[in-house]
């Protein structure tokens, strides 16, 4: 479960998040949508840890941020555009960063890889990977060691028509799993297929939206 209660946050010249609350339980998928500089991006960094110089609580797995934990446990995201080495395989790079908690082995992360259509066999660098195979490198590497919440900034960005349908049946699956995700996407129709509840983000202000408001 991610709760988060009364959350502000503010800068000398800006209320970057302004008293915000939101629930979202396992089995659920939850969007948000609001435009550029809204403060979508702030809230995720702030639910993975990131930021703490906050007012209000949040809450992951019953656990509070920068109290109990300072990073969630068993959380898998994607905030902004994924960074790799550029010079190793996608492989490689997945099992680099699964070194440092040591939590999976090789065959969950080739699992991983093919779940997003990706081969692991796959020699090739990913500075010579296009947009669209970084981004589902950036999904496995969220996916891979199984979490049970996903917070996924625009986890569609770079994907053709293809990718995208893929990528929305694995979510959906997930959800059918007992995963919680939270997503944000500027595509409605993302937002329209695969979430039980929306929330508009607007100028630091959080609230959610009728079931049928999104489709308008």
Do not use: W
């Amino acid at each position: 479960m991610i709760e988060v209660n009364n959350v502000t946050l503010k800068t000398k010249e800006y209320t970057i998040l302004d008293n915000v609350s939101i629930k979202v339980d396992k089995g659920e998928i939850v969007g948000l949508v609001g435009g550029n500089g809204s403060g979508k991006t702030m809230l995720m960094k702030c639910i993975c840890g990131f930021y703490n110089d906050y007012s209000g609580t949040i809450e992951v797995g019953g656990k509070e941020i920068g109290k109990d934990i300072d990073f969630p446990e068993n959380l898998g995201f994607i905030i902004e555009t994924p960074g790799f080495l550029l010079n190793y395989s996608g492989y490689k790079n997945l099992k680099y960063l699964a070194s440092i908690r040591e939590k999976i082995d090789s065959n969950e992360i080739k699992e991983s890889m093919s779940l997003v259509g990706l081969d692991s066999a796959d020699k090739k660098h990913v500075g010579k990977y296009s947009m669209g195979m970084r981004q589902r490198l950036g999904i496995a590497q969220a996916i891979m060691e199984k979490p049970d919440i996903l917070v996924l900034d625009e986890p569609m960005n770079a994907l053709d028509k293809n990718g995208v349908e893929e990528m929305r049946r694995l979510f959906l699956k997930m959800k059918s799993e007992g995963k919680l995700i939270l997503l944000t996407s500027h595509n409605r129709e993302d937002i329209e297929i695969l979430c039980d509840e929306v929330y508009e983000m607007e100028e630091g202000i959080l609230n959610k939206l009728k079931e049928n408001t999104v489709n308008e």
